[in-house]
């Protein structure tokens, strides 16, 4: 089963390397700015970004990013599995998961490693599909930001939400 996951996740990323998600960025960056007050300097990682487009325009944004993904396609970016993040606990003021909290091996095991390397008081932003058809690469639907809050493994307010026909985005801040 890891082999066919490790398969789909590969498969997809190689064949996305490019894709630019900047379209998704830049709105949750001004989020972050001005709902979160996320400061400048702040330490964000940037979790499955695959290319350098989504650090780099965190890292104009004003923020110290560390960039990482199962199988990245960049220099600078960190190879490294969601469900078994290689950082201390509490490392990081902000956590940036846009559109890959759904393809991890173990969803709940994803969100306790974002969770534990998350400071108190760190931020979250995740967006993720929904109403998908479930498959190797897409392995969980979470719904709407609040179905995400509930699943999410450390007590978290929700500062924003957005839920639509085929997307859900929030920005949750840890107590």
């Not at 390397?17 to 964000?44: M, T, Y």
């Not at 479930?134 to 979470?142: C, G, I, N, S």
């Not at 930001?145 to 929700?158: D, G, V, W, Y």
Request: net charge positive; glycine share 6%.
């Amino acid at each position: 089963m890891r082999l066919s996951y490790l398969w789909a996740q590969f498969r997809h990323t190689f064949a996305k390397r490019d894709k630019d998600p900047s379209f998704r960025i830049k709105p949750a960056i001004e989020i972050l700015r001005h709902v979160g007050h996320l400061e400048h300097g702040a330490l964000v990682l940037s979790i499955g970004c695959r290319n350098r487009i989504e650090p780099d325009l965190l890292g104009r944004a004003g923020w110290r990013v560390t960039a990482t993904d199962l199988f990245p396609m960049a220099r600078g970016i960190r190879c490294a599995d969601m469900c078994a993040l290689p950082f201390t606990d509490s490392s990081f003021s902000a956590v940036v998961a846009s559109h890959v909290l759904e393809h991890a091996h173990d969803p709940d095991q994803a969100l306790r490693e974002v969770a534990r390397v998350l400071r108190p008081g760190g931020l979250l932003w995740a967006a993720w599909p929904t109403g998908f058809r479930l498959t190797a690469h897409d392995r969980v639907d979470y719904g709407s930001a609040s179905n995400f809050h509930e699943r999410f493994p450390r007590q978290a307010e929700i500062l924003w939400r957005q839920n639509d026909a085929t997307e859900s985005r929030v920005l949750m801040r840890v107590l």
